[in-house]
C-alpha cells in the first residue's frame, strides 16, 4: 500500500512565524503536490513538483515556497504565517495513471 | 483549461435509499476523472476512477459511477446509503496521466436513519 505521511495533524503557530510542513512518501513516486483544503472552496494546488528539486506553481503559491532535495519528501514552507493560511493542508502524490494518494493532513491554525 | 462542478454543496438522504452526487465537468481533450470521499479529520481516499473503456465502473463500497461523454457528467451512485457513508465526497478531472488533477468543491452527504 501507498504511505503518504504528514509530520503533523494539528499545528497552531502566531503570525510572522515561518512554518514548515513535511511530507514523506514510501512509493520513488517522481510527482508530489501541495493543496490547501477550505469549506466551500474544495482543494486548491498550491505548488506541485515532478521530480527532485523541480517544482512549478499550482493555483494559489503566493505566500507559500517548497523544497524537494530528496525525492521522498516534499516540503511546504510559509514564510512569514498570517490568518488567512489557517487551513487544512494536504499532501499527495501522483501514480503512472494520474491517481492521487493523499496524507491525512496538516490542520494550520495561526493567530 | 479543466474545470468540474459538484451540483449540491450537501445531500441529504434516509438509510437505505438511493446516493446520487452529481458532477460535471469541462476538458477539450478526454479526460481521466475520478471521485474521493473524505472522513472526517482524514485525507482523501480514492472511490473510482475512469479513464479508458467501460464507462459505468465500479468502486469501492457499493458506489459506482458512470462516464457520459455527451452529457459531460460523471455522477456517482449507490443503490442503498449507510450511515457509514456520511463523508465529503470530491469529483476531479485531469486530462492525461501527465497532467494534475482539479477538484470540485465537494458534496458533504449526510445520511439519516
Known amino acids: 500500500d501507498v504511505k503518504v505521511t504528514q509530520s503533523s495533524r494539528y499545528l497552531v503557530k502566531r503570525t510572522g512565524e515561518k512554518v514548515f510542513l513535511e511530507c514523506v512518501q514510501d512509493?520513488?513516486?517522481?510527482?508530489m503536490f501541495w493543496y490547501r483544503q477550505d469549506p466551500g472552496l474544495g482543494l486548491r494546488l498550491i505548488y506541485f513538483?515532478?521530480?527532485?528539486?523541480?517544482?512549478e506553481k499550482g493555483d494559489i503559491p503566493e505566500g507559500y515556497s517548497v523544497s524537494r532535495e530528496k525525492k521522498e519528501r516534499f516540503s511546504l514552507i510559509l514564510e512569514s504565517a498570517s490568518t488567512n493560511q489557517t487551513s487544512m493542508y494536504l499532501c499527495?502524490?501522483?501514480?503512472?495513471?494520474?491517481?492521487?494518494?493523499f496524507g491525512p493532513g496538516t490542520r494550520l491554525t495561526v493567530t | 483549461a479543466q474545470s468540474v462542478t459538484q451540483l449540491g454543496s450537501h445531500v441529504s438522504v434516509s438509510e437505505g435509499a438511493l446516493v446520487l452526487l452529481r458532477c460535471n465537468y469541462s476538458?477539450?481533450?478526454?479526460?481521466?476523472l475520478f471521485w474521493y470521499v473524505q472522513y472526517p479529520n482524514q485525507g482523501l481516499q480514492l472511490l473510482l476512477k475512469?479513464?479508458?473503456?467501460?464507462?459505468l465502473v465500479k468502486g469501492i463500497n457499493g458506489f459506482e459511477a458512470e462516464f457520459k461523454k455527451s452529457e459531460t457528467s460523471f455522477h456517482l451512485t449507490k443503490p442503498s446509503a449507510h450511515m457509514s457513508d456520511a463523508a465529503e465526497y470530491f469529483c476531479?478531472?485531469?486530462?492525461?496521466?501527465?497532467?494534475?488533477?482539479?477538484f470540485g468543491e465537494g458534496t458533504q452527504l449526510t445520511v439519516n436513519p
Open positions: 476538458s477539450s481533450v478526454p479526460p481521466y
Open positions: 513538483s515532478y521530480d527532485v528539486k523541480m517544482k
Open positions: 512509493m520513488d513516486h517522481e510527482n
Open positions: 499527495a502524490i501522483r501514480d503512472r495513471v494520474a491517481e492521487q494518494y
Open positions: 476531479a478531472v485531469t486530462k492525461t496521466s501527465g497532467s494534475r488533477l482539479t
Open positions: 475512469y479513464t479508458t473503456g467501460a464507462t
